[in-house]
């Protein structure tokens, strides 16, 4: 949680100083600014699912340290909150995807309330 959040403070961060930068000047981003972005992104994208991954891959571990394994534990609280944030992370880009999905299908069959029809 902390390497997946330092890197997405760096780049949000990143992200705004682009932002400023390109409001003083007419220049698009370099080439070395635009794979740094996709490499961040694709960083990003394979340690939440990584994390995902070891999260769940040790489903309901030991709360508590073994006499003859005294590092295969967990402490509840942490196991929790990471299943916890796993969950509002899924359910926020289902969520998300449901509304693009019938945002698309309101744009494919003409819904009233989109405005008016473009693909006719």
């Known amino acids: 949680m902390v390497v997946g959040g330092a890197a997405g403070g760096a780049g949000i961060c990143w992200l705004l100083w ?4 390109s409001r003083t000047s007419n ?7 635009k794979v740094l972005a996709y490499t961040l992104t694709i960083f990003l994208m394979a340690w ?3 994390g995902n991954y070891w999260t769940l891959g040790i489903m309901w571990p030991d709360y508590a340290p073994t006499l003859f394994e005294p590092n295969q534990w967990c402490h509840r609280t942490l ?3 990471a299943l916890t944030q796993l969950g509002l992370v899924w359910g926020v880009v289902t969520l998300l995807m449901m509304l693009l999905m019938a945002l698309v299908v309101c744009q494919v069959f003409g ?3 989109l405005g008016p029809p473009r693909y006719k």
């Open 18 to 21: 682009a932002q400023l930068a």
């Open 27 to 33: 220049s698009s981003a370099s080439v070395p600014e």
């Open 48 to 50: 939440f699912a990584f």
């Open 79 to 81: 196991y929790v909150f």
């Open 111 to 113: 819904c009233g309330w």
